[in-house]
T-cell receptor
Framework: NAGVTQTPKFQVLKTGQSMTLQCAQD?????MSWYRQDPGMGLRLIHY???????DQGEVPNGYNVSRSTTEDFPLRLLSAAPSQTSVYFCASSPSDQGAPGGELFFGEGSRLTVL | AQSVTQPDIHITVSEGASLELRCNYS??????LFWYVQSPGQGLQLLLKYFSGDTLVQGIKGFEAEFKRSQSSFNLRKPSVHWSDAAEYFC?????????FGAGTQVVVTP
């Protein structure tokens, strides 16, 4: 059972480039989310989804887009990367049947992004 | 504004000694409360959670946490730490379906 899989693990971009961070889970979880982790700031919620076709903004959504066409996948898109988006990104899913955490979040191993 | 505060950025503890990590929350109503651990280069793993009921919660890896409503606190404890407990620990609160994390406490374990 793979759990939550993120790719790539490392990426270096130049300012203005675009890219997509991939996230897939094989646990049939309805809830999926993206966080960014920065030193001294913990994890901050970027976007989340309570099911296929439904997405919503978190605490820091600017500069990021998401879509949820299937239950399994929740890609995060950076349309025009900026140095402020240098961070470690985590995808997480939850089995909560309320469609939101109230239960355990299962995390991927993270994707480290550097924007030059 | 809602917030989760971990007052200690960094704690150093000797192997075999006890450990207590502090967490305070500021919410209108008592949120769901969690402790997660992050080992180097890894994602986060749930240690324990509090929804309601017994204010002393047992978790994995020998950790426990105590909820104190009067102090808006949810402190994590372990009676005797092992070298493998060296990691970063995050307190989190969930209100209305959005999980908010504290800034984390880095725990270093010395021989």
């Amino acid at each position: 059972n793979a759990g939550v899989t993120q790719t790539p693990k490392f990426q270096v971009l130049k300012t203005g480039q675009s890219m997509t961070l991939q996230c897939a889970q094989d646990m049939n979880h309805e809830y999926m989310s993206w966080y960014r982790q920065d030193p001294g700031m913990g994890l901050r919620l970027i976007h989340y989804s309570v099911g296929a076709g439904i997405t919503d903004q978190g605490e820091v959504p600017n500069g990021y887009n998401v879509s949820r066409s299937t239950t399994e996948d929740f890609p995060l898109r950076l349309l025009s990367a900026a140095p402020s988006q240098t961070s470690v990104y985590f995808c997480a899913s939850s089995p909560s049947d309320q469609g939101a955490p109230g239960g355990e979040l299962f995390f991927g191993e993270g994707s480290r992004l550097t924007v030059l | 504004a809602q917030s989760v505060t971990q007052p200690d950025i960094h704690i150093t503890v000797s192997e075999g000694a006890s450990l207590e990590l502090r967490c305070n929350y500021s919410y209108g109503a008592t949120p769901y409360l969690f402790w997660y651990v992050q080992s180097p280069g890894q994602g986060l793993q749930l240690l324990l959670k509090y929804f309601s009921g017994d204010t002393l919660v047992q978790g994995i890896k020998g950790f426990e946490a105590e909820f104190k409503r009067s102090q808006s606190s949810f402190n994590l404890r372990k009676p005797s730490v092992h070298w493998s407990d060296a990691a970063e620990y995050f307190c989190a609160a969930d209100s209305w379906g959005k999980l908010q994390f504290g800034a984390g406490t880095q725990v270093v374990v010395t021989p």
